[in-house]
């Protein structure tokens, strides 16, 4: 879940302008903040008050009535819409304050994937009193889905089980990657396309091209259970 939190966001937000505004100048002043800003976290948050860099990718003005602006945002994980509405205003000269917000992206999750707690409990039910794991399969996604973002590097079947009791993943183990570079997450998967462990990178990936042996990635959280691919390693000991 900690991988999928800290990947990309993206919101609507209703922003209240404290004056009359010209359009032009609003639509300016917003642009400015596309890019990397500098943001320090508001008084009611729960972090520690420093400034931090944050990226914000696009900002996009759908609606504007009256004093009222709606706005699509899509930033960095961390990134405060309230604050971010607070120094439109305040560049704007009159103030503004954040009216309502609703996340509608987060990573590769858009509102398409949302279930209720009521579809997810009657799944629940038929399943396990009627047998019916249909409802539930509709609500379920694949593990793998979840690491469509990060880069992946597919594993020979024998390296398989030694990963997931832990192993370091070596040059000899890789069948095949995708770009990527030293400390970036990355998705370990079977031929088949099974996860197996999401790592950090511990070399870039042009330097893989070359290696013969070495460690190419330490796995951070190991997701495939024990024994599932057949040992082909010696445990000592």
Not at 11 to 23: K, S, T
Not at 32 to 55: A, D, L
Not at 61 to 81: A, C, E, K, Q
């Amino acid at each position: 879940m900690s991988y999928i939190s800290s990947s990309g966001k993206e919101y609507v937000c209703l922003v209240q302008v404290h004056c009359d505004f010209n359009i032009g100048e609003l639509k300016q002043i917003i642009s400015k903040f596309i890019g990397t800003i500098y943001q320090k976290p508001p008084v009611r948050s729960s972090v520690k008050r420093r400034t931090r860099k944050k990226k914000i990718y696009d900002i996009e003005i759908l609606d504007i009535d009256n004093r009222f602006v709606l706005l699509r945002i899509s930033s960095d994980p961390g990134t405060y819409m309230r604050k971010l509405c607070h120094d439109f205003g305040v560049i704007l000269g009159c103030g503004a304050h954040m009216r309502e917000l609703r996340r509608i992206r987060s990573g590769i999750f858009t509102e398409k994937n949302l279930v209720t707690l009521q579809e997810i409990s009657e799944a629940l039910y038929m399943w396990k009193n009627c047998k019916d794991e249909s409802d539930l399969r509709k609500i379920l996604l694949p593990m793998e889905y979840a690491t469509c973002g990060m880069p992946k590097i597919l594993i020979d079947d024998n390296a398989v089980d030694a990963i997931s009791y832990g192993a370091m993943l070596t040059a000899p183990g890789i069948v095949a990657y995708q770009s990527f570079r030293v400390k970036d997450t990355v998705a370990i998967l079977t031929l088949k396309g099974e996860l197996v462990a999401i790592g950090e990178a511990d070399v870039d990936s042009q330097k893989l091209v070359d290696m013969k042996k070495g460690v190419v990635v330490k796995p951070k959280r190991v997701l495939m259970p024990r024994d599932i691919y057949p040992r082909s390693w010696k445990k000592h000991g």
